[in-house]
């Protein structure tokens, strides 16, 4: 079985590089290795080196890590004759597919140790999440947070940031001399000096090293395009193939798409020979966000300066000024064609240019900080009469008809990223000051990356984040981050977005504290929801969400057989009361070997979806919703329609984790602790007075294998429900009719008595502990 390299962490180290010491990390541990991290002074080098394989290894033939005794979770398993060790999919049950699809090249490199042994999935979540939150406590939170998103990407590896070198009397017109000169331009050292006496020594030094790794960022862009593979002659250019970096799942206007049966398509995602290398660019935006949150830039808020630095480099304009209100227009010919790296020290300024987001294949990096300011960024405005209550369109407006491939009604059109977007290279926005900010874009924005890395940054403050498809903290074949320090926060979207990742992607959205909302529009019109985009499951009556922690892959069994699994997308909030709405895959859901966490912290936190939400979700994938504590409330404002909270479809596995509180669960049929057709569910309910109300039979620990059935060779391969509440006085209400469980134990009894492979257990006992080491 393939183990899990647990992490890849920042180091501060001197120029002689990281040392041969470096701690093992196993599933059940902390990164109090991040933490160490702050430092008060300056350091020579910064280096992140790839920690030794931990965790999720076969010990003594067990694929799972075992706890010192055994505990309700044993108890249970045991009624069913099983143990911790047989919950698994076994080589003969992947065997009855065929290859292609168990071992596509797409894999996130976790994945089949975690999905393979169905336990591992809480501790593995539980790593992540201390790995995040120790990297956004550390003093480089970007930094040390991408560096995260790259190992599990499958990208991990030693990345440094060289010591900084000696600087003359001009060190921000020296580092624009070497940005223009390696980007195949002329300098003028005299005049660039000239232009940079503008700003203020101290502050020319501090930005200095932020344009040289700017400049190494954008080398680095280009050669991961290096020799790359663009399909046979005459080929297609790099600005067509940014246009279409994103499109496998967010459609372009013109409707055309890379189509993976195309072996050039292949070739250039899978990062292999005649591919884009990953690692290149993954390692210079670390680069990069560790130089400009090493510059201390936060000390120049509200600096007022004698003039504006503008200057024309081949990848885009270098721009600062000083406190006032700002705004930034694409079409102020002082701002085009495009941005490389423009700092404001404050004011409340409007931003409607692409604001820290790559424009065009000749921009390979864009770098937007902002430095204080109730700030507003946006985009030129263009109404479509599609619009409706929908956000306004841009200039790219919005799809006139109905086309079960993009949605049930008139979707966005949008071309332009903006607000942290890396298409083809990377782009960050840094907000560093403590006010309360809007973003507002349409598509493929707010921490998003798609053949690249993007990044949002918010300091604080009750901040708005609006956006309809791809957007905070998104990621095809990429990168997406977006990190937000506090505040009361409200995100909005329709689809793939809010720690979204399509296949060859890393999407997260982390929020430090407040009581956020988020919010995926659920879709029915009779729940007050616009069903804009399409899914098979409530058509009409729905939207296909893939929000917050969602991973999606490409299905194609009855296609053309180009298989690529999903990948990971997180959303982690780490305190406040909180409210999460969705429609259909949400709130730590998979589809198709895609992986979705959702890790709410402290607070009394809302959650509502119809389908595939909570915890569930189907077709070889991995799901966990792990709520740490608070009074929660499962949805009590949308009604479910099917298949959610704790449920694992078809060789799926889906977690739903409640670790306190007094917890009200309504929820469908098919719902609570469920597994169906070889899929493994489990809800785990620790501690408080706990109220569940469910339809059907299928449920609270049920187990049914369903339309593959009684004959068929699938009729060996688990199918697995487990749930367990303890403590606590419990009540239960199925169908209408109050149920006393409280206290007992009950066994799923399938209607089909020819199968041998359903096992569903429930178990509600008065003390006790779940153990998931």
């Known amino acids: 079985m393939r183990s899990v390299r647990m992490a890849s962490l920042l180091c501060v180290v001197a120029a002689t590089g990281c040392g041969d010491d470096t701690a093992v990390v196993n599933s059940d541990a902390g990164i109090d290795a991040v933490a160490d991290l702050a430092v008060d002074g300056p350091v020579e080098a910064y280096c992140a080196p790839l920690l030794p394989d931990g965790g999720f290894t076969a010990r003594d033939g067990c694929p799972v890590a075992l706890p010192p ?182 459609r372009s206007k013109s409707g055309k798409t890379m189509a ?121 405005e263009v109404p479509s009469p599609y619009d409706g209550k929908r956000l306004v369109s841009d200039a790219d407006g919005r799809s006139p008809g109905v086309d079960p491939s993009l949605g049930n009604g008139p979707v966005s059109l949008s071309e332009v990223s903006r607000q942290g977007a890396g298409r083809l290279g990377i782009g960050l926005l840094f907000d560093l000051g403590a006010e309360g900010d809007s973003y507002t874009s349409l598509r493929m924005s707010q921490g998003f990356g798609a053949l690249g890395v993007g990044v949002l940054h918010d300091a604080g403050g009750n901040d708005t984040y609006r956006g309809e498809n791809g957007v905070q903290g998104a990621a095809v074949f990429g990168i997406g981050l977006l990190l937000d320090d ?137 799901a966990v919703l792990w709520d740490d504590g608070g009074n929660d409330r499962y949805n009590s404002k949308l009604v479910p329609k099917a298949t959610s909270v704790g449920v694992g479809h078809d060789y799926s596995v889906g977690w739903l984790l409640d670790l306190g509180g007094d917890d009200t669960y309504r929820a469908p049929g098919l719902s609570l602790g469920s597994g169906n057709d070889n899929g493994m569910g489990f809800l785990v309910d620790v501690g408080g007075s706990d109220s569940y109300d469910t339809k059907g039979k299928r449920t609270l620990g049920g187990a049914s294998l369903g339309s593959t059935g009684a004959a068929g060779p699938r009729a060996s391969v688990i199918t697995l429900g487990v749930f367990i509440d303890t403590q606590g006085q419990d009540s239960y209400v199925v169908d209408g009719n109050p149920d006393p469980r409280d206290d007992s134990s009950w066994l799923y009894q399938s209607t089909n008595t020819q199968q041998t492979s359903e096992w569903g257990v429930g178990l509600d006992s008065p003390g006790g502990q779940a153990t998931l080491p």
């Open 69 to 250: 005794a055994k505990d309700l979770l044993d108890e249970a398993l045991a009624k069913l004759k099983l143990d911790r060790c047989t919950v698994i999919y076994s080589a003969a049950d992947k065997s009855l597919f065929p290859a292609t699809l168990w071992n596509d090249p797409y894999r996130m490199p976790f994945f089949d140790a975690v999905h393979g042994a169905a336990l591992n999935a809480p501790p593995f979540a539980r790593t992540l999440v201390q790995q995040l939150d120790a990297a956004v406590v550390h003093t480089r939170p970007v930094t040390a947070g991408l560096m995260v998103a790259m190992h599990y990407a499958g990208h991990g590896g030693q990345v440094c940031l060289p010591a900084p070198r000696a600087v003359g009397a001009d060190p921000l017109a020296d580092a624009l001399a070497r940005l223009i000169q390696q980007s195949g331009g002329k300098a003028d050292v005299a005049a660039l000096a000239q232009q940079a006496a503008v700003l203020p020594q101290e502050l020319q030094r501090a930005l200095a090293p932020v344009v040289d790794a700017l400049a190494g960022a954008a080398l680095a862009r280009d050669e991961a395009l290096n020799g790359v593979d663009l399909g046979p002659p005459p080929g297609i250019d790099f600005e067509t193939l940014f246009t279409y970096a994103a499109s496998l799942t967010i």
């Open 260 to 380: 993976p049966s195309q072996e050039w398509v292949r070739h250039l995602l899978e990062g292999k020979e005649q591919g884009f290398r990953y690692g290149l660019l993954y390692q210079a935006a670390v680069r990069l966000a560790a130089a400009v949150e090493g510059a201390d830039l936060g000390h120049f808020a509200g600096l007022k300066l004698a003039g504006e630095l503008n200057v024309l480099t081949p990848v885009g304009r270098v721009v600062v000024r000083g406190a006032g209100d700002d705004a930034y227009d694409p079409a102020d010919a002082k701002l085009g064609p495009a941005i490389a790296l423009l700092l404001d020290t404050g004011g409340k300024d409007t931003y409607r240019v692409n604001a820290g987001a790559t424009a065009s294949a000749a921009n390979p990096v864009s770098v937007l900080i902002d430095l204080s300011g109730a700030d507003s960024y946006g985009y030129t």
């Open 486 to 622: 506090g505040g009361d926060d409200s995100y909005e979207t329709y689809h793939q977005s809010q720690g979204f990742a399509y296949a060859g992607g890393v999407g997260l959205l982390y929020d430090r504290s407040g009581s956020d909302s988020y919010l995926a529009d659920p879709g029915d019109p009779d729940q007050g929801g616009d069903p804009l985009y399409y899914t098979p499951q409530l058509s009409g009556k729905g939207n296909s969400s893939f929000t917050q922690g969602a991973g999606l892959g490409r299905r194609a069994d009855t296609t053309d057989k180009i298989y690529m699994s999903g990948g990971l997308g997180v959303i982690r909030d780490l305190e406040g009361n909180d409210t999460y709405q969705a429609s259909v895959f949400a709130q730590g859901t998979g589809y198709w070997f895609g992986t979705g966490i959702l890790a709410d912290g402290k607070g009394d936190d809302h959650y509502d979806g119809l389908w595939y939400v909570q915890g569930s979700d189907a077709h070889f994938a991995l």
